[in-house]
């Protein structure tokens, strides 16, 4: 084989075509940044503000690859059909057969055109997305690159919404469910009360407690009394000492019964004990409390979240928007057909080795 024939002619043919028939490509970029305001909250234990929301460089670079994921995704195809004609612009009749696309192809096979002549990138480095876009005319290209630029926007403003909603939702969620708790110890609540009805046991024992104290001081001075007047020689049996045993006796008894409405030690004692329900209602009292607190809470997670829903958290600033291309970058020609001279020059060489080494073995 020689060498004219196998780098020579292609290399020809290769400039022929690319200097005769390929058609100019003209490249539009914009340069955009995904930024994420996150969220203060105040907290109402400590009252100090935190962020929220977790790691913000980490939702950057998650909310910067959906933007690009949706640039080379079937949907984008979809979305920007409506607003450019993607037939007029990459199935023109002036362009090359090699370069253009069919016309009325399928999404499918216009989604791989697309990817080649759309080109979305994130930078980690820098947490910047630049999309480089290619038509056969600077108008087209910029228009393409605008559409792209529009879309994303839009992507960016759903995603935002999507998340403001969500969190109005869930914090809506929670003040209910806080106030279905609340609803249902405060009925609790009524409920033990009206069983064992006493309005406030709490009171009620203090003052039962405050009565027994009474009595026993009654008691003790009727004791003191008896036992100095026995001192004093007064007979057991005479009226006025039968009259202070008796006293004594009745407060003991009403001491008794007193005391067995808080332990419950009466033989006939029926129903729970004032101590029994001062406990119920001490725990219900907390559950309520607690009720209350998470209810008060869940409506400032409510409110928080409104006031967030208000303002966009995700946004998209293109910092370097799509402006008209002044020449044509594409195809690299020079570069293209060097690329096929020196592929040829190396097949050619393989090929004359692969020789050599076959007639050698054969001699």
Same mark, same amino acid.
């Given at each position: 084989?020689?060498?004219?024939?196998?780098?020579?002619?292609?290399?020809?043919?290769?400039?022929?075509?690319?200097?005769?028939?390929?058609?100019?490509?003209?490249?539009?970029?914009?340069?955009?940044?995904?930024?994420?305001?996150?969220?203060?909250?105040?907290?109402?234990?400590?009252?100090?503000?935190?962020?929220?929301?977790?790691?913000?460089?980490?939702?950057?670079?998650?909310?910067?690859?959906?933007?690009?994921?949706?640039?080379?995704?079937?949907?984008?195809?979809?979305?920007?059909?409506?607003?450019?004609?993607?037939?007029?612009?990459?199935?023109?009749?002036?362009?090359?057969?090699?370069?253009?696309?069919?016309?009325?192809?399928?999404?499918?096979?216009?989604?791989?055109?697309?990817?080649?002549?759309?080109?979305?990138?994130?930078?980690?480095?820098?947490? *910047?997305? $630049? @999309?480089?876009?290619?038509?056969?005319?600077? =108008?087209?290209?910029?228009? &393409? +690159? !605008?559409? /792209?630029?529009?879309?994303?926007?839009?992507?960016?403003?759903?995603?935002?919404?999507?998340?403001?909603?969500?969190?109005?939702?869930?914090?809506?969620?929670?003040?209910?469910?806080?106030?279905?708790?609340?609803?249902?110890?405060?009925?609790?609540?009524?409920?033990?009360?009206?069983?064992?009805?006493?309005?406030?046991?709490?009171?009620?024992?203090?003052?039962?407690?405050?009565?027994?104290?009474?009595?026993?001081?009654?008691?003790?001075?009727?004791?003191?009394?008896?036992?100095?007047?026995?001192?004093?020689?007064?007979?057991?049996?005479?009226?006025?000492?039968?009259?202070?045993?008796?006293?004594?006796?009745?407060?003991?008894?009403?001491?008794?019964?007193?005391?067995?409405?808080?332990?419950?030690?009466?033989?006939?004692?029926?129903?729970?004990? *004032?101590? $029994? @329900?001062?406990?119920?209602?001490?725990?219900? =009292?907390?559950?309520?409390? &607690? +009720? !209350?607190? /998470?209810?008060?809470?869940?409506?400032?997670?409510?409110?928080?979240?409104?006031?967030?829903?208000?303002?966009?958290?995700?946004?998209?600033?293109?910092?370097?928007?799509?402006?008209?291309?002044?020449?044509?970058?594409?195809?690299?020609?020079?570069?293209?057909?060097?690329?096929?001279?020196?592929?040829?020059?190396?097949?050619?060489?393989?090929?004359?080795?692969?020789?050599?080494?076959?007639?050698?073995?054969?001699?």
């Amino acid at each position: 084989m020689s060498l004219v024939a196998a780098v020579v002619v292609p290399t020809t043919l290769s400039a022929g075509y690319l200097y005769g028939f390929a058609s100019d490509q003209y490249v539009t970029e914009f340069r955009l940044a995904v930024r994420r305001q996150m969220p203060v909250r105040a907290d109402p234990t400590s009252g100090a503000t935190t962020l929220a929301g977790g790691n913000p460089m980490m939702a950057i670079v998650q909310d910067s690859e959906v933007v690009v994921q949706y640039l080379k995704s079937r949907q984008v195809i979809q979305d920007i059909s409506p607003r450019v004609d993607l037939d007029r612009i990459w199935a023109r009749d002036d362009a090359d057969y090699l370069s253009r696309m069919d016309v009325g192809a399928p999404v499918e096979n216009k989604l791989k055109h697309w990817k080649t002549k759309v080109d979305p990138f994130f930078d980690m480095a820098n947490g *910047l997305v $630049t @999309v480089q876009v290619r038509a056969f005319s600077p =108008e087209d290209s910029l228009a &393409l +690159a !605008t559409a /792209a630029l529009d879309l994303s926007e839009r992507l960016v403003n759903d995603m935002s919404k999507r998340a403001q909603n969500d969190a109005v939702t869930f914090a809506r969620r929670e003040v209910d469910a806080a106030e279905d708790r609340l609803k249902r110890v405060q009925v609790e609540l009524a409920t033990f009360r009206n069983a064992n009805a006493v309005l406030f046991p709490t009171i009620n024992a203090t003052v039962v407690a405050g009565v027994e104290a009474k009595l026993r001081e009654t008691l003790a001075d009727a004791r003191a009394r008896y036992t100095n007047q026995i001192a004093q020689g007064v007979r057991p049996d005479t009226a006025q000492a039968r009259a202070l045993r008796s006293q004594i006796a009745s407060l003991e008894e009403e001491i008794t019964r007193v005391r067995s409405e808080i332990t419950g030690s009466g033989n006939n004692r029926s129903g729970p004990t *004032l101590a $029994t @329900v001062v406990t119920g209602y001490a725990t219900l =009292e907390v559950e309520e409390k &607690l +009720a !209350t607190k /998470a209810y008060e809470r869940a409506q400032a997670e409510l409110q928080q979240a409104r006031v967030e829903a208000s303002r966009q958290q995700v946004y998209l600033n293109a910092f370097v928007r799509p402006t008209p291309a002044e020449r044509s970058l594409y195809p690299i020609r020079w570069r293209f057909l060097l690329q096929i001279a020196l592929g040829s020059f190396v097949v050619w060489g393989l090929l004359m080795l692969i020789w050599q080494a076959a007639r050698d073995h054969g001699d």
